[in-house]
């Protein structure tokens, strides 16, 4: 990848942090579409990547989800995103080994690829934030509390990605305020994720103190993203109050829409699964069971539409979307609010 560094657009939320956040990323405008198994197709990352926002690559969703040799499908993300800078998710949970030894390779691949922006979830990403310094790029951590950010300091991360709690995917606790709150003392540029499906609550992120927003739920109802309509209709329809956080995907609470599927299921992870995630060892084993599970399950989201009997996944931000958009529009709607 060509990794000039446009200057950041005149007039875009020209904040100590966002201008360091700017600098940092390459990209033009404040703004991260987040990884997202198995909505990230390279369609939208390379889409967003060319409107001047960060994109996220999720490798297991390209590789898995979309079927692209992992080489392969990075070098079409950057044909598409005409040589604009797109980022990398690496999920460094401890696990089996042969996925620890898969992502270390995607992440040698990333670098090699011209990737500069990574975006570390779970686990501990020194060894991450070593092998991205050499090479002159930035880490940031996905946290959801002070405890969590104080380690990926230690560690040398860049950035921090503040998980809220009304974010899409594993969703945090805290609100956006009270995680700037607990955070802001770090010195490091925070990025709020979580609950932002319009251009308002974006600038309203920015001017208290954000350096960046991260939005998931939104840019699933776009075109570029290769869901089935079904899901689309279900954003388009929820209401803030229909999302609910499950354990049944992975052992830890998901934001999914409550269909009927879902109440009936239920919410909670049964009695043997709480209790293997209790224990040091056990929980690694049984999160990695949930992973293997999920990938499989959550693939109907794309294939079939209808998902794995109607589980579809999104963050509070579905009260304020409205249509299914380009990617494009939604990077210049959002930029032209902060002018
Ligand atoms: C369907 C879905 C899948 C997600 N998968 C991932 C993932 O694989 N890795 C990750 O770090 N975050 C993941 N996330 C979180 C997003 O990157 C982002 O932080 C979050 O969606 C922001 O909240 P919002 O959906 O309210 O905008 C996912 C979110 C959604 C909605």
Known sequence: MTHDRPAPSQGVAATPATDKFLTQSGVEVPLICGAMYPCSNPELVGAVAAAGAMAIVQPISLVYAHG???????????ALAGGR????????????????????????????EGVRFFVTALGNPSWVCK??????????????????ALKAKDAGVD?????????????G??????????????????????????????????????????LGTRFIATNECKV??????????????????TERLSGVPVAVINTPF??????????????MLRGRRTKHWMRTFY?????????????????????????????????????????????????
């Open 68 to 78: 692209r040799e992992f080489r392969a499908g990075l070098q079409e993300i950057k």
């Open 85 to 112: 800078p797109f980022g990398f998710n690496a999920i460094i949970e401890k696990s089996v080994k042969a996925y620890e030894d898969r992502m270390r390779g995607w992440i040698d691949v990333a670098l090699e």
């Open 131 to 148: 092998a991205v310094h050499q090479v002159g790029g930035v880490v940031y951590h996905d946290v959801t509390e002070r405890k969590w």
């Open 159 to 171: 950035g921090l990605i503040c998980v809220n709690s009304r974010a899409g995917g594993h969703a």
């Open 173 to 214: 606790t805290h609100t956006p305020d009270e995680l700037i709150t607990q955070l802001a003392d770090l010195g490091l540029p925070l990025v709020a994720a979580g609950g932002v499906g319009d251009e308002r609550a974006f600038a309203a992120l920015l001017q208290s103190g954000y350096a960046a927003v991260q």
């Open 228 to 245: 089935h309509p079904d899901y689309w209709r279900a954003i388009l329809d929820a209401d803030e109050d229909d999302i609910v956080l």
């Open 262 to 275: 879902v109440q009936r299921i239920g919410t909670r992870a049964g009695p043997f699964a709480r209790w």
């Open 291 to 339: 992973a293997l599970k999920s990938i499989r399950e959550l693939k109907h989201t794309i294939q079939k539409g209808v998902s794995y009997r109607d589980v579809w996944q999104a963050g509070k931000s579905v009260g304020t979307i409205h249509a299914v958009e380009p990617a494009g529009e939604i990077v210049r709607r959002f930029a032209a609010a902060l002018r």
